[in-house]
Nanobody, 118 residues
Framework: QVQLVESGGGLAQPGGSLRLSCAAS???????????MTWYRQAPGKEREWVAY????????NYQDSVKGRFTISRDNGANMVYLQMNSLKFEDTAMYYC????????WGQGTQVTVSS
């Protein structure tokens, strides 16, 4: 059973920045570095959508078009962590943000709320 804990959300003004963190933990045999990871978000009344992807080694990343050039996904395999640096925030970035394995999902964490408001 893998557990995911997201943090770092909050209130930001348009144009501002936030850095989200995701801590993954599991059994003694859990090998975080074996898994590609994705950040997702879900805005009120909308379906959950993927935002950013990072390969298991961190050597490849991909982004939803709406966040390209503004968001940066990274990971620290030694610490079992995934990060999402969000710059130039827009109102439409307001959502609950989650991390999870890319592809075959683990159980969802509680997410972290990002609210962009002036």
């Amino acid at each position: 059973q893998v557990q995911l804990v997201e943090s770092g959300g909050g209130l930001a003004q348009p144009g501002g920045s936030l850095r989200l963190s995701c801590a993954a933990s599991g059994s003694e045999f859990f090998s975080f570095s074996s898994f590609a990871m994705t950040w997702y978000r879900q805005a009120p009344g909308k379906e959950r959508e993927w935002v950013a992807y990072i390969s298991s080694s961190g050597g490849y990343t991909n982004y939803q078009d709406s966040v390209k050039g503004r968001f940066t996904i990274s990971r620290d395999n030694g610490a079992n962590m995934v990060y999402l640096q969000m710059n130039s925030l827009k109102f439409e970035d307001t959502a609950m943000y989650y991390c999870n394995r890319a592809g075959a999902l683990w159980s969802w964490g509680q997410g972290t709320q990002v609210t962009v408001s002036s």
